[in-house]
Nanobody, 118 residues
């Protein structure tokens, strides 16, 4: 059974930090590209950051470059999103996504709420 379980969300003040985790099971994690997406109320889901399998090349949305860092630990089947210098506009539900393009496989987690507010 495939599962992606996010954790680490919560309420934080502007300028604060959070670290999101996404633990995967039920598939060969190391072969999948992993991404974090977010969806704010009334807005479309958007890509925040991604990391490839293998060498772990990363990419980021312009809005989070220099503030967020994506990383993965294949031994723990986990992908992380370190979020620093958080802003109110970062408030959203954050989702973990696993993609294996060669087999057209895509899995999503259930999401974790991040709220940035004073």
């Amino acid at each position: 059974q495939v599962q992606l379980v996010e954790s680490g969300g919560g309420l934080v003040q502007p300028g604060g930090s959070l670290r999101l985790s996404c633990v995967a099971s039920g598939f060969t994690f190391s072969r999948f590209r992993m991404s974090w997406y977010r969806q704010a109320p009334g807005k479309e889901r958007e890509l925040v950051a991604g990391i490839t399998s293998g060498v772990g090349t990363t990419n980021y949305a312009d809005s989070v470059k220099g503030r967020f860092t994506i990383s993965r630990d294949n031994a723990k089947n986990t992908v992380y999103l370190q979020m620093n210098t958080l802003k109110p506009e970062d408030t959203a539900v954050y989702y973990c996504k696993a993609t294996y393009a060669l087999a057209s496989l895509t899995y999503w987690g259930q999401g974790t709420q991040v709220t940035v507010s004073s």
